[in-house]
């Protein structure tokens, strides 16, 4: 009778999550096989497979969208945003956890009230100081927005890991003569990888799917970003579904290569995160 109430309580956990998984995992799916099916296809169906698969469609995508540059522009911005949110967001967060000096409670303060303000209230302000500095339509345009954006996130979550970090390992290094900067990048870095992981997901994320501020900032043909190319397969009176769908298939596989790649540290980060606990 034991046996059977477990295997019943485990019926009724385990469906749901199955549930929530498939939910989860079918979109995926059906973005990757609606993208190599015929327009005739997807308005007979959105939902059934495809009779053959017709990989022109990513080939189409690429050249009417002009993917190629645009991609690059996002790799770009992702790229430079990402290793600056890294390593300033460390410095901030280990110096913020391990040190109680004067201003500390003003930075926190600075970055909760940066977390509460919409980012997107602010995109006219930001317009006109990057137009009165001529900081409009270059590589540079975006990459101190993202940056601002995840920066608050960022040294919160480091800030939060290095305080479960025993002090025993950085006064061991200071008694063996370690400076400051060789504890916290030899010693400490390593150690908060799991959260780093984390960290570089979320950012690259966000910025590789930013939209509004691209939209806005940006004009130039060349510097337009991925977001920004999807537009080009829809219009006032037409979309190609199965081009935009390939578009889309394109510009999410970056995404999901950085996360399976930093899966097992985002894991690694929970468990962590438990037995700290």
Known sequence: MDKTKRYLANFFVNVPILFLSLTCIFPVVWLLYSSVKTDA???????????????????????????????????????????????????????????????????????????????YALIVPIFIQEKKLGLLNNYFSLIPIYVAMELPTSVFLIDSYIKGISVDLEDAASIDGASLPRTMFTII??????????????????????????????????????????????????????????????????????YLFFYNKIMEGMMAGAVKG
């Open 189 to 258: 870095m390593p150690i908060c990888r799991p959260i780093l992981s984390t960290v570089v997901i979320l950012t690259f994320m966000h910025v590789w799917n930013e939209f509004p501020f691209a939209q806005v900032l940006i004009s130039k043909e060349e510097l337009k970003t991925i977001p920004l190319g999807l537009t080009y397969f829809t219009s006032q009176y037409s979309t190609s579904y199965t081009l935009l769908l390939a578009a889309l298939a394109m510009a999410t596989i970056p995404v999901l290569i950085i």
């Open 41 to 119: 296809e997807f308005n007979i169906s959105p939902v059934n497979l495809p009779g053959k698969i017709h990989l022109d469609n990513y080939v189409k995508a690429f050249s009417r969208a002009n993917f190629g540059t645009f991609a690059f522009n996002s790799l770009f911005n992702s790229i430079i945003s990402l290793l600056l949110v890294l390593v300033i967001s460390f410095i901030l967060g280990y110096l913020l956890s391990r040190y109680r000096f004067r201003g500390r409670n003003i930075v926190y303060g600075v970055l909760m009230a940066a977390m509460m303000v919409p980012i």
